[in-house]
Every structure is written in structure tokens, then in C-alpha cells.
């Protein structure tokens, strides 16, 4: 195996010819004050001298977040490692597949051509993009990618109601129970989610930001890497409804999503802007 195992044509099952035997991704890298990253093309390559996207060939056994960073940092010198990937959107031809990686920089971020597959790199603000002589399947996405440019999945966990709905003798050890959830969903913050729920629904899949509300016994609770704690010193729904709304007033174009099943709760978290999500689809994906 070669770093170029990845390399290559094919001809996709709608008829089209793409780069990419394992198929194809590319990093929509976002900056509120700058615009989006695109890169202009070289002559030389496949649809040469339009405006797209740094990207390229999905390596085997390479994930498409993974390879849409590496061809970032090999045409853009954009260090993998100062990009805070959001969302994903998957394109299937079949045999083929793109994904775009939508991320924001961490920190001041400069970008510059650094191979020849390159013309130049320029920020752009996205009610410009669309003037550009853009590649063709750029093009099509664009629409549907701005619409959830900057925007993140904030995740808000009901733990009590989560952590109730499935009878594994959580009420033996209440906050044992929530950190065994705040653990798998440790796991889920890395990883990503998809779910035809979620916004964007299928084609989608996003890195959320994780809040775990807990309550009475389960009080107490550590935050981890990827997911926030908060407890709530009286009723559990006040606090999750106050975490939404807060959510909502910060981020005003984030989606906000509230996993619970309590329907009174469901309907308070919607008259703030939130939407509900349940929590067996939740437990589905956390195993």
C-alpha cells in the first residue's frame, strides 16, 4: 500500500468521471470575517481552472474527515490540527462517494498554496461564491452546503429521562448509570452522528456539542472531553429548558436539539427554538 493507493478515476454509476478509487472529500473550512476557503483549480488538473475546494483521493483505511484535513494541509498548509470539523455532507453516486467537511478555524488561520495542484486560495464571503466559475459538482452542493455553513448540533441530554428508558438497574446506582451515558457519549462526540432526524437528514452527519443535564442522585458527575455537565439544583426540565434557551440566544443559527421523551418537556424546549429528539434513536447509536 502508497500514500497513492487512493489515486485514480472512476466512472460512477450516474456516468459521471471523479478522482478517487475510495472516492473523494474535501474541507469547506469557514471564517465568519473571511468567508470560506476556496481553491482555483491548476490548469493541468481534473476541471482545471475552476474554483472549488481543497481535497482529494480517500486513502484505504483513511476516514473522509481524515483525508479532507491531509489534502488541506498538502495544498493549503492548514495544520489538521487548528480545524474543528461540524458537520459532514455525504454525496452517494453508488460506487462513488464525496464528502464535504464543514469545519471552522481554531485560532488565527493562514492559508497559502504550497503543491501545484493549486492556481491560488482565496476567502471569500459566501453571498460571492456562487459568482465564481466553480467546479460542477461544487456548484450543485453549494446551495445546500451554505445553508449549513457555521452551524452547529448542539446536543442537549435529558440523562434522567436517557438513562431511565432503558431498565438495566440504573436505580441501583444513579450516577453511575449517568457516567456510563456521558462515557458512550464521549465516544459519539468523536465519532459523529447521522441520523435521518437530524437536520440536514439523511446525506448528513455532524460533530455535536454534548450537554448531559443531571439531576438528584445522579449529581455529581465530571465533564470529559466532549461533553459538558450541568447540574440541576432543582426540577430537571427548568434546567434543560434554560440550557436550550441559552444555547439558542448564543447560537442563534446553531440547531439545538433536546433528547428526551417527556412530551411536556418536548413542547417546552420547541416554544424556545429547540427541536426533540427520542432518546431510544439516541441509545441506538451510542450501542
Known sequence: MT???????????????????????????SDPARGVLLQRRAWWVHHGRTWALPGGAVEAGESAREAATREAHEEADIPPARVRPL???????????????????????????????????????????????LHRDFAVAWPGLREHLDRRLILVVDGANVVGSRPDGWWR??????????????????????????????????WPKIVLVVEGKARGVEPVPGVEVVEAEGEGDDKI???????RETGPDDHVVVVTADRELRSRVEAVGASAFGPGTLLGHLG
Open 87 to 133: 458537520s459532514a455532507s455525504h454525496v452517494d453516486h453508488g460506487n462513488w462517494r464525496y464528502t464535504t467537511i464543514l469545519a471552522v478555524p481554531i485560532g488565527p488561520l493562514a492559508a497559502r498554496v504550497k503543491n501545484a495542484e493549486s492556481a491560488e486560495l482565496r476567502w471569500v464571503h459566501a453571498g460571492r461564491v456562487a459568482d465564481l466559475r
Open 241 to 247: 429548558v434554560a440550557v436550550a434557551l441559552t444555547a
Open 173 to 206: 446506582d444513579r450516577r453511575g448509570a449517568a457516567e456510563r451515558l456521558r462515557d458512550k457519549l464521549a465516544t459519539l462526540a468523536e465519532a459523529g452522528l447521522a441520523d435521518p432526524a437530524l437536520p440536514g437528514g439523511d446525506g448528513w452527519s455532524w
Open 3 to 29: 500514500r497513492e493507493d487512493g489515486n485514480g478515476f472512476v466512472k460512477c454509476d450516474f456516468g459521471h468521471l471523479h478522482w478517487g478509487l475510495n472516492g473523494a472529500a474535501g474541507l469547506l473550512l
